[in-house]
């Protein structure tokens, strides 16, 4: 036999053996792994490390191209306050849950033999997830995660050095290790936000050097179409800084603006369109509200402003015309700014041919505004001014319209309106 033949001989038997070890390793790693082993396992670690209760229907290690963890009717459940002991970090959850029908995990299992987590994927599917806060429900349903590339060295993890009971509170920045990285894809049917839903959410980003960026967020409010990207940040900000941009399109104002100003949202009858910017620190709500900083501006299609209700105080000037109360008009253009809770209307105008408003001022989210309003009435209109009648033909344009200055100041829901003479400019 010569030395090539020796040699192919060598490696032919080499590969049946290797493919035999791996023949018996797809037979018995099952059986040496039961589900049982790793579904107490799986549970005593999440309850070490959240102090929550899990509980699974069943856990297996399967063949997927890989060997993979897979754990399957999962329901977790657990409280802010267990959560805090657990992390000895605290946080403002009054509870959580998560129901899910399937948790995979496939591991590469070489890099484990050099200290390091590389993950092929993380594949979650779940039907319900849900977080009570002191203030507010955030819930989803119908949800898929897929984690893929993830990395850790395990060498550069350093261990706590006193109990999490005993550790003061701890910024999630300081606990997340500098070099996991990973890439993430989910998906979620129904999402509601301060009780409002949003449907068809799909986002795409990845993690790295304690940055989550977003690069794309998509999904629906009503009719309209919501698309953004965003970036939360535990480097500069440990515990956690929240950036965004976003865009909607052809959304109604009422789905538009109810979770934020719904006094102005039940009253405002058009489809509207936004680009907006912002920023918020989340370490606490008080915090969040402090930073909250969104500016931005909104268009809208031909529409109603029913302001009545905020015009009882000077129905007498406008008489019988239920059109300066109902405000027809044909575009709307606004630019805002949400700061320290006030709603800061820098610019906004709804001009309906025959009658142009104009309004400056704030509404804070406590339902309080001071508004400065000009109503630039129809052409040969001529409101009642009463003792003031004499100042009407001072108030006329060269189109022949009068320009009316209201205030409105007080509650939102019934403010006190007045006429201002002093602020005659006509817009």
Known sequence: MTKARKTLRRLLLAVGAIALVAV?????????????????????QTEQATGARLTLDKAEVAWRGGWSVVLRQGNLQGTGKDLAVATGSPNDLESYAVRFEELSLSPALLPLLRRKVEIKSVSLEGRHFQIVGKDEVTRAVDFRV????????????????????????????????????????????????????????????????????????????????????????FATEPWGRLEFEAEVANAPAAALLEPWIPELGNRLDCALSADMVGRCDLRDPDTQSRTLDIAGTVTGSRGVLRAGIWLDEVKRYLGDRQDLQDIAFESLDHDFRLVQGRYLIKSLTLDGGETTCRAQGWIDLEGNLNLALDVKLPAGFTPDLGNYSFLAASLRDQEGRINLPLTLSGPSSRPDVGVDLGRSRTP
């Open 146 to 233: 897929r984690i893929t590339d993830l990395h850790l060295d395990l060498d550069g993890l350093e261990p706590l050095a006193t109990p999490a009971a005993n550790r003061g509170p701890q910024a999630p920045g300081t606990l997340i290790p500098s070099d996991l990285s990973f890439a993430l894809a989910a998906s979620v049917d129904t999402l509601f936000l301060q009780g409002v839903p949003y449907t068809g959410i799909d986002l795409a980003g990845g993690f790295s050097r304690k940055v989550l960026a977003v690069n794309q967020l998509s999904g629906r409010r009503a009719t309209g179409e919501v698309t953004g990207q965003l970036n939360l940040d």
């Open 24 to 44: 018996v390793l797809l037979l018995l790693v099952p059986r040496l792994v039961p589900g049982d082993l790793i579904a107490d396992q799986v549970i005593l």
